[in-house]
């Protein structure tokens, strides 16, 4: 079943034609009128959507200029930026595909092509895929990072996402901030949603096992310990294709383990060959895939030493890749996406599955414009009355944005800018910290910032900010462990987020040293050496391992807009690298 | 039946000390709990004296032969589930060893003959460090080890 490396050659050749290779990645996007015209193709279509992070209308998302890969990612897909990404899947520059996956030209282009994603666009284009590969031919998977994100999923508890999810019509789907509220609540959100929730490596610990508080949710299996299904199996013209789930395996490392209490995670990938193998032997399926939120790099590790899977659609690290990664195994070759964020993308994978194994695929990210794809009425009725209670407080305009505000990227981005900025000003503190989510969305020169815009970049269960002396020795520490989870050589020790972000604070970042060795030169804004002995007024937010003191994060910022009105940054915190010259993970 | 002998023995690692444990699950023998307690050897800060001290040889060989099962990231240092399995012919005792740790010997199992080689608990880890499994057979040492970063957790994407 898995595929032989001359079969693969034989498929790599094909998928050539198939935007695999360069030459022709976008070839269906020359123009604008052809962007959705996909070719039906094979018997199975996979469409796959992840880490939306509940962005239910479409927004403006600027992709990173810093992406650095190290150890043996450097220079490999993700870990491409700008320029170097589009000749890496050579992609023509300033064309409409250059704008969706880089961050080229981004002002301009995003003024020029619109605003991306949005259920109600994202619904129609589903619905057209759907129809034309006809009834029962396709799944749509979700990755996860779907149920969190904005305004209005965190005052329902993410019920909004689980209900445009359904409407939607997700087949399959796993998860990583779907676990940040309580646990009886995403039991509860899972129990609601009507697809299957998959996750071989969510497991109930032994302490909980003796009288576990869900044991009577339909997921779980005492055999097993597993808190959810690890795997569904669905038959989609005639083939049988089995899904098995990899939730984020850092989930109570990175997000508070507080709220989840009796789950236990990890990346479990001998559990997943013992999985693979079971399913291989007792579900005989035509076609095996994994949905994972391990996040690239651990996909690409994980896909050298599993065998037996055919493709990972995945997640997590928001890489939007216009082609998968081919990575050898023990018993073959697997296929590895990942389909991007904030539901910019959708990927496309259409399948030739025949005499019981897959022969030969298509794969496209498509880029969802909202301007190019009408709005699905029923499901913009759903997005008007979910957030019409929320409405007025979500559209109040608190400042102008002078220049392009974002995210994304390894170091601070300039609403990151913002956010520090506004916990150092609000809290009268000489450094601030703030977490390096890979969400948020992007606001263009001359626009509102409005509160929408505040909760997409601020909107966790663990907003409470915080405000207190801190060891010059004790910030290193931090900025030091955080770098690993980043720039660790071995993926299994990444946690797939960005480097924390910093107000106040310049400082030197050598990725590609070990832990305690990549950060020096730590100094105040005024040039001002910090000391490892003194104490340091330092205000944050997001402190996963107890509940902060301070008002949520959003009130903070809201209030240093309003205060504001006009937001320029006059200094990006971002620190001075060293080594990483020639890196194409970072713009030149 | 296996299993259900590996559950005993988490419900009993709740309540016992590390070698209590085992002989709860009726996996060792009793009298390993009326053995002197090694005291040298748990105070020991080198491993080749707390081996000296513990299995009477300090000279070791890396093992395919063991295998330990432990989070890449402990999800909570104070308790990281570790799992030891050897095949390794005629194992008398399994030492757990955090190198990292202030007092680096964490348990030492001495296994009844014909037992299966498998020891199962959590260790309290300070900092991130190898975790290394020491198993004796007739006098001879054998190891393996397994890397487990402790990390102050947060800012995940």
Known sequence: MKISRREFIRLM???????????????????????????KFGNVCLLHMTDCHAQLNPIYFREPSVN????????????????????????????????????????????????????????????????????????????????????????TRGKDMVGACNLLGVDVMTGHWEFTYLDKEIIENIGEFEGDFVAQNVGVNEVALFDYKFADFAGFSEDDGLAFKPYTMKEIGGVRVAVVGQAFPYTPIANPQRFIPDWTFGIQDDRMQKIINRVRENEQPDLLVVLSHNGMDVDLKMASRVSGIDVIFGGHTHDGMPAPSVVENKSGKTLVTNAGSNGKFLGVMDLDVREGRLQDFRYRLVPVFSNMLPADAEMQAYIDQVRAPYQEQLEEKLAVAEETLYRRGNFNGTFDQVICDALRSVNDAQISLSPGFRWGTSVLPGQAITMDNVMDQTCITYPETYRREMKGSEIKAILEDVSD?????????????????????????????????????????DGTPVDADKSYTVAGWATVGSQSPGRPIWDVVAEYLRDKKQIRIEKLNTPKLVGVEGNPGIAG | MMNRKRRMLLQGSLTAGAIGVAVGAGLLTPGSVLAAWPEKAFKAKEMPEMLQELMGANVVEA???????????????????????????GAQSIALIAVNNPAPLVASYDLGEGTEGFVSTRIKMGKSGDVVAVVNAGGKLYSAKKEVKVTIGGCGG
């Not at chain 1, 070839?27 to 015209?37: F, I, N, T, V």
């Not at chain 1, 960005?498 to 040293?513: A, F, I, Q, S, T």
């Not at chain 2, 330990?68 to 799992?83: F, L, Q, R, S």
Request: glycine share 14%; charged share 15%.
């Open chain 1, 13 to 39: 050749g094909l998928a050539g034609a198939a935007g695999m290779l360069p030459g022709s990645a976008f070839s269906a996007m020359k123009r604008p009128g052809d962007l959705y015209e996909i070719p």
């Open chain 1, 68 to 155: 650095l890969g190290v150890g043996g990612a450097l220079g490999k897909a993700p870990h491409l930026v700008g320029e170097a990404l589009l000749r890496h899947f050579n992609i023509a520059p300033d064309s409409i595909a250059a704008h969706a996956l880089s961050y080229l030209n981004f002002d301009q282009a995003a003024q020029q092509y619109g605003r991306v994603g949005g259920f109600a666009h994202l619904a129609s284009l589903v619905k057209r895929l759907r129809t034309e590969r006809g009834d029962g031919n396709s799944l749509l998977l979700d990755g996860g990072d779907t149920w969190q994100g904005s305004g209005t999923a965190y005052w």
């Open chain 1, 485 to 525: 989870n980043l720039f660790n050589a071995d993926p299994y020790f990444q946690q797939g987020g960005d480097m924390v972000r910093v107000g106040g604070l310049d400082y030197v970042c050598e990725p590609n040293k070990t832990i305690g060795k990549r950060i020096s030169s730590m100094t105040l804004d």
């Open chain 2, 63 to 89: 093992s395919d032969g063991i295998n330990i099962k432990a989070p890449d990231i402990a999800e909570n240092g104070a308790v990281v589930p570790v799992t030891v399995t050897t095949d390794i012919a």
